[in-house]
């Protein structure tokens, strides 16, 4: 035990001393921090407006528009094709000259293409506008009854509550839970490869440097196999609290930040720009983010991190151990090692198939089931739990899926321990699978 | 009482007899020489003398109780033939890790190589990594790590291949003392030289069985076929004796072969007779490696696959 424990130290200190793990594991959260504050910045931001003239020769706007999204709208029938970047406008919008019943088709001229929004914006507020002169010109539905109408159906909200195993209604947001579920189910599936091949790859080099030998004639093959896979596992499991606390640390900096640059953004937003339609959207955002941040803080945080930190951890030390007798099973070629790990890479590429699928209905029966059978539960249950535990996971699920889980991973090891033994110091060719199992399943 | 004794030690391998009925015996101090031909099955026999293999049947015996291969691994240093050692990991941190691993305490660990660096003239590699080590370099650092803990038994496997025969006596000389010091070694080598240099006792391995056993000399002594070189004044003459046959002619000598029956006076008085004027006469022993040579011939060199039952 004392030299198990001397082998989990030096794979762990060698590994986490090494760059690269130092770099990536400051770097992705700031990265992914970067990235979301990139994108939060911009939609704000956004206040480059481009300026469209339109020409509407059939009325359909009524002398009246609003500007759309980063797009300012001008009715100015003096402008024409030839003229209107002289006069200050990067596109001109021609409405046909036929009546109202006519759909024909609306051409913009410009030099350069607008944003894929803006555009879709711009073809809603046409098609809005042809829809408001029919009604007013065949029902005779006056203008303003219109848009209080629509105003009405707009302020409808949409607020899912789920009822929970308490007697307090949760506040559930599916699509929150899509990209939870996504996301730990994909974070877990990449860190099944990146660690596992991580495990091989070592296995692999004390093969081909034969120091295992030397190592062999200090302790037992098994203690060194659980010594690797257990010190890169704690490498993993490093990684992750050092994220966790960095994300922390992170949001709780932008948490207290954003509320007050945001409502600094919207005034001065609503500053530059006349007609006051930013501060309807300004509000909208800060809704949202609201929203948003409640539904965060209603997601039971205490149980996704300690299922996935599980999950995690039970699904490494599962697949680790197939990893290791893989690469106790080849030479120095890579090819070798790429045709001996595809039985081990199938299931796991299976899983996130399955997980994709299962993100969609994580109540049918193809999500639950393969949320309980160890090979593919890491991945899958990770998708369900945040569509929450007693409710879309019972209970007995998510206790199954757990113990069969430690027991497969009782198995694996015990199976891997055995061709590792043996693969170890057998030099020469790569073992064929024939081998393999003989090597895990005889009696010695 | 000997250090190590094996007894009818077997393995086989699915078509290999890679030792088949093995038996010898250690005493303490010894320098014992594993030879063979390659694939002989000499590697696996060290295997199985470290801990590293189970021997299918036999017996180990170690310091007079049955060798526990966990118990006793401290007790045992292993140099393996194809060498290796950790590529990015730093010298002395490697050294401390695996003399920890054998046993020791950090302290005990940090003192050990501290003295053998020194000894080795190596105390500026501690923060350099292998990569930075030519092979020979490798080699030494790999000898120190071996007998690091002062093991009673030290097994080398080829120690010598790639190193500068200043670096090989250096080695060697370390051989001695340890064997002085009451450290028993066993190397394997097909190096014929070496074996007649430093072995007390060798044993011979071809295919997996026993064929020659005993100290150099005794062995020497078992092999020789009467050949004597006689070392004339004159240019030899053309003669013939019922006592003798010669075998090879030089300018001023003879290499005669001893029939049955007659002995070394035989020969002296026959010269002497004829007024032919001896330099010198001394016997012809045979190197290990012509013995080798001999014994190992005539089988197939290489080890032919088969099946085993």
């Known amino acids: 035990m004392n030299k198990t424990w001397l082998i989990i130290k030096r794979e762990y200190l060698t590994r986490v001393r090494n760059r690269t793990f130092i770099l990536s594991t400051f770097l992705t959260p700031i990265f992914f921090a970067g990235l979301i504050g990139i994108i939060v910045f911009i939609t704000i931001k956004n206040t480059d407006k481009e300026k469209v003239a339109i020409i509407d020769n059939s009325g359909v706007f009524k002398k009246q528009i609003d500007s759309v999204k980063s797009i300012q709208l001008i009715l100015n029938p003096e402008v024409d094709t030839i003229n209107y970047e002289k006069k200050g406008y990067s596109a001109v919008l021609y409405g046909p000259h036929t009546g109202i019943n006519n759909t024909d088709k609306w051409t913009m001229y410009s030099r350069k293409s607008l944003a894929i929004s803006a555009e879709a914006s711009l073809e809603e507020k046409i098609k809005k506008g042809l829809e408001n002169n029919m009604l007013m010109e065949r029902y005779h539905v006056d203008n303003s009854n219109i848009d209080s109408v629509r ?26 839970a899509y990209g939870l579920g996504y996301g730990a189910g994909f974070l877990i599936y990449i860190t099944l490869f990146i660690y596992g091949a991580m495990v091989m790859r070592g296995v692999m080099e004390e093969k081909t440097n034969r120091i295992a030998e030397v190592i062999i004639s200090s302790v037992k093959p098994f203690e060194l196999m659980m010594g690797k896979i257990i010190g890169i596992g704690a490498v993993g499991l490093t990684q992750f609290f050092m ?3 960095l994300i922390t640390a992170f949001s709780a900096i932008i948490g207290a930040f954003i509320p007050h640059d945001l409502l600094i953004q919207v005034n001065e937003a609503n500053k530059s720009i006349p007609g006051g339609q930013m501060n309807m959207q300004g509000n909208e955002a800060m809704i949202g983010l609201l929203k948003a941040t409640n539904t965060f803080s209603s997601v039971n945080w205490w149980l996704i991190v300690g299922c996935f930190l599980f999950y995690f951890l039970f699904g490494y030390l599962f697949y680790a151990s197939l990893f290791a007798a893989v690469g106790s099973s080849v030479n120095e070629d890579p090819q070798d090692a790429q045709s001996l790990m595809f039985p081990i890479t199938m299931p796991l590429i299976l899983a996130i198939v399955i997980m994709i699928n299962a ?22 249950m990770m998708a369900r739990i945040p569509f929450g535990v007693p409710g879309t996971v019972p209970y007995w699920q998510l206790g199954l899926s757990m113990l069969l889980l430690v027991i497969g991973f009782l198995v694996t090891t015990w199976i891997s321990a055995k061709i ?8 020469g060719k790569k073992a064929t699978w024939k081998e393999m199992w003989k090597w895990a399943f005889r009696n010695s | 009482m000997p250090l190590l004794q094996v007894s009818h030690l077997r393995k086989f391998y699915a078509t290999q007899k890679a030792v088949d009925d093995i038996s010898f015996s250690i005493e303490p101090g010894t320098i014992f020489g594993l030879l063979g031909p390659n694939g002989a099955g000499k590697t696996t026999l060290l295997r199985m003398v470290t801990g590293i293999f189970f021997p299918d049947e036999g017996e180990i015996t170690f310091e007079g109780k049955k060798f526990n291969p966990e118990e006793d691994a401290v007790r045992i240093g292993y140099m393996p033939e194809e060498r290796g050692l950790y590529k990015k990991m730093k010298i002395g941190e490697q050294a401390m890790y695996l003399a920890q691993l054998k046993g020791l305490s950090k302290a ?7 003295e053998w660096f020194t000894k080795f003239e190596m105390q500026t590699w501690w923060n350099k990594k292998i990569e930075d080590l030519s092979k020979g370099m490798q080699q030494k650092l790999q000898f120190v790590i071996t007998v690091l803990h002062e093991p009673k038994l030290i097994i080398l496997d080829e120690p010598f291949s790639g190193l500068d025969p200043v670096n090989s006596n250096l080695i060697k000389e370390e051989i001695y003392k340890l064997a002085k010091k009451g450290c028993t070694i066993i190397f394997s080598t097909h190096r014929m030289e070496q074996v007649e240099e430093i072995c007390d006792q060798i044993i011979l391995v071809n295919k997996g069985r026993k064929i020659l056993d005993g100290t150099v000399n005794a062995v020497k002594q078992q092999h020789k076929e009467n050949l004597f070189h006689i070392g004339l004044n004159s240019s030899p003459p053309i003669t013939i004796s019922d006592a003798f046959d010669i075998t090879d002619r030089e300018d001023n000598g003879l290499v005669v072969k001893i029939k049955d029956g007659y002995n070394t006076n035989d020969v002296l008085q026959h010269f002497i007779q004829q007024q032919i004027g001896i330099k010198e006469f001394h016997e012809i022993l045979p190197s290990i490696n012509d013995i080798f040579i001999k014994l190992v011939e005539g089988t197939a060199v290489t080890r032919q696959f088969q099946t085993v039952e």
């Open chain 1, 151 to 176: 105003e009405a159906s707009s302020k409808i909200e949409f607020d899912q509550k789920r009822l929970g195993a308490g007697a307090n209604a949760q506040n559930g947001n599916s699509l929150v």
């Open chain 1, 243 to 245: 994220w966790i606390v």
């Open chain 1, 359 to 380: 993100i969609t209905h994580p109540d049918s029966s193809l999500a639950t089931w393969s949320s309980i059978i160890p090979f593919f539960s890491p991945i899958v």
């Open chain 1, 420 to 427: 590792y033994r043996t693969g170890i110091l057998l030099y």
């Open chain 2, 108 to 114: 005990d660990a940090f003192e050990k190589i501290k």
